[in-house]
């Protein structure tokens, strides 16, 4: 009796051991990341712009790769008012997870509210969704654009969320709407 029940904590032991060596490294999680945006650039025909267009006009498929890793396009540069810190922002989007082959996710639709954050400050309304997928690089956009605006961003996973920088998840934004609460 005594030898099964060592065997079956040798067993848990192992099992234990395995489980929390699953663990990526970052570097593992950085090339990932490479592997998954390079696969969404391909797969789309997106053509990466080595600079920030002078006129600020992007064509439907041309992102510009920022310094912070951040991709962007811009769609419609909005009004021409700017966010300054503590603006309340409205946004709606459609999302996808690069790593996974999970359904884009999106507020857009009826009976959903845009998550609601503050300018240089953070997110605001409570919602999971709003928690889950408000990011540093969602609101980073706001940098090169004003209210009304329309973007596309491909945010990597330093710039996501707790979530997603926990677990190296590299997203892609098809569309966002930046709406500058009156």
């Excluded at 950085?30 to 267009?53: C, M, Q, T, W």
């Excluded at 996710?105 to 953070?122: D, R, V, W």
Aim: glycine content about 8%; charged content about 20%; some cysteine.
């Amino acid at each position: 009796m005594k030898k099964g029940c060592n065997i079956v904590l040798i067993l848990f032991a192992v099992l234990f051991v395995l489980s929390c060596d699953s663990n990526k490294s970052y570097t593992e999680m950085l090339k990932e990341e490479k592997r998954a945006i390079s696969r969404l650039i391909d797969e789309n025909g997106f053509e990466v712009l080595s600079s920030y267009p002078e006129n600020g006009v992007f064509k439907e498929n041309q992102f510009v790769k920022l310094k912070s890793g951040l991709y962007i396009n811009v769609i419609d540069s909005g009004n021409g008012k700017r966010a300054t810190v503590n603006t309340t922002i409205l946004c709606r989007f459609s999302v996808k997870e690069l790593l996974d082959d999970t359904i884009p996710q999106e507020n857009f639709s009826n009976g959903t509210y845009p998550i609601e954050f503050k300018y240089g400050i953070g997110l605001t309304s409570g919602s999971s969704f709003g928690t889950y997928y408000y990011n540093q690089g969602l609101a980073s956009g706001l940098e090169y654009v004003g209210d009304s605006a329309w973007v596309k961003l491909i945010v990597p996973f330093a710039m996501g969320s707790e979530y997603h920088s926990q677990y190296g998840i590299p997203l892609y934004y098809s569309r966002v709407r930046y709406i500058f609460e009156k």
